[in-house]
């Protein structure tokens, strides 16, 4: 807050003097590795000295602050011309030069700069920040040990993006996944069949993240690849758990993202985590948007003939909500419809969903295909999917999607109402 303050009035100061404020953003390298291999008062001294040496690079009048982590700010008021931030950042990363030393052991640690200048970048303190924040992230991409200036083309959303990747792409070693069961059951009895699993991403900075946030990314960088392989061997792994523990056969659904179609391992992914963990290949389904059907990129028809001949069972996910023809209904081996929410939402309220709902339950069964309601959440709604003869139902009314211990225990309960 000192800091925040400082740079307020460094930039009333430059606005009377016609000056310029350099605002820089420092993030230690590497700094992660170091706390956990040799331990979090090796990081502690580390950062008590990293402190110092930038310090020793500053006039009296500049302000180092840390701002959690390993990040520090430097504030540089009075400058005359913008260069002299560039002369001060590698000053500092000159003295990130020699070896550190920590537990008797010499540690070379570097840091990455961004760089933001008032008033050519900005003139409002928040900006600035975020302007040198972005500057940083790109000195990180050039490669440790760099500086950057900011340039209006870093936005802030590729910040985001670049950050919440690298974070991704150290969740799984991190085993910051989890998966959510939500149950599916039958709508007329309300007995349990199977449940869908929904993945989740535990991080320590962002908290539960949920997956509408995340899969996106995943799926433009490529990192869908390992983390469904993930999800399907977990997944399967839970099923055959439930069996023990119950002595009932559960099924398990499995969102499949239309990018690990791509993927020409994917077949073989799906056998594997079937063959690992014993699951019978009748109890899995795999969750298909589709979006799938759209992108002709990909060889669907043979991949869903493939995974349909091995007896895995396949559904249309968020059915209704796709621009695709129905005729793909015909032409692949599709077991089960999923009418997306947003129709289920409103049955009791709209005539015409109600109507849309109707018209589905019966040209799924015309065709063969079993039907699922997603997104019930009050009585009323089951009342109405039971008259109309949808065959199961998923949603808030009868259990939100659990960590596994808590669905283990709903599975106790349920069985014993049965
Ligand atoms: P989805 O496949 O349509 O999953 C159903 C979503 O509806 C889940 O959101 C679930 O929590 C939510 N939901 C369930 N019952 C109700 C209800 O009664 N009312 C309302 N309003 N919502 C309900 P969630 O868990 O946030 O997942 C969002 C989406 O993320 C999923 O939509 C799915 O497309 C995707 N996703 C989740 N897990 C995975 C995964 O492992 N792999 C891939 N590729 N995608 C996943
Ligand atoms: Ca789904
Ligand atoms: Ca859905």
């Avoid at 990192?223 to 055959?240: F, M, S």
């Avoid at 003939?305 to 559904?315: H, P, V």
């Avoid at 409103?346 to 799924?364: C, G, P, Q, T, Y």
């Amino acid at each position: 807050m000192l800091a925040l303050d400082r740079l307020k009035l460094a930039l009333a100061q430059a606005r009377r003097e016609s000056s310029l404020v350099g605002v820089m953003f420092l993030d230690l390298d590497n700094f992660k590795h170091i706390n956990d291999t040799l331990g979090h008062d090796a990081g502690d001294n580390l950062l008590i000295e990293a402190a110092r040496r930038i310090s020793s690079c500053l006039r009296g009048t500049s302000t180092v602050a840390r701002l959690g982590g390993d990040e520090f700010l430097v504030i540089l008021p009075g400058l005359t011309g913008p260069e002299a931030t560039s002369q001060v950042a590698e000053r500092i990363l000159k003295t990130f030069a020699p070896p550190y030393l920590l537990n008797g052991q010499e540690v070379f640690v570097t840091t990455s700069i961004g760089i933001s200048v008032f008033p050519n970048d900005s003139d409002n303190s928040g900006t600035l920040l975020q302007h040198a924040d972005a500057a940083m992230y790109q000195a990180k991409h050039k490669g440790k040990s760099a500086y950057a200036l900011f340039a209006p083309e870093m936005t802030e959303v590729s910040h985001e993006r670049l950050q919440m990747e690298s974070l991704m792409r150290r969740a799984l070693e991190q085993k910051e996944f989890e998966l959510y069961y939500q149950p599916i059951v039958r709508t007329e009895s309300g007995q349990l069949c199977s449940a869908e699993a929904l993945l989740r991403w535990n991080n320590p900075g962002m908290g539960m993240v949920m997956p509408d946030r995340f899969i996106p990314l995943a799926e433009e960088t490529g990192l869908i690849t390992p983390i469904g392989e993930w999800v399907l061997r977990e997944a399967c792994l839970a099923a055959i758990r439930w069996k023990e523990s119950t002595g009932t056969d559960i099924g398990i659904s499995v969102n499949v993202s239309p990018r690990q179609f791509r993927d020409p391992g994917f077949v073989d992914t799906v056998m594997n985590a079937l063959k690992a963990s014993g699951l019978p290949p009748q109890q899995l389904e795999l969750e298909i948007t589709e979006r799938l059907i759209l992108d002709n990129t990909i060889e669907t028809a043979d991949i869903l003939r493939q995974l349909d001949q091995s007896g895995i069972r396949l559904s249309v996910d968020d059915f209704g909500t796709g621009y695709s023809a129905l005729s793909y209904l015909k032409s692949y081996p599709f077991d089960t419809l999923k009418i997306d929410k947003s129709f289920v939402q409103d049955v009791m309220k709209e005539r015409e969903d109600a109507s849309l709902v109707k018209a589905i339950i019966n040209m799924a069964h015309s065709l063969g295909l079993s039907v699922i309601a997603e997104g019930v959440e009050e009585e009323a709604q089951t009342h109405f999917l039971q008259q109309e003869g949808c065959d199961y139902s998923q949603g808030y009314f009868y259990s939100r999607p659990m960590p596994e211990n808590e669905f283990q225990e709903w599975l106790k309960t349920n069985h014993r109402a049965l």
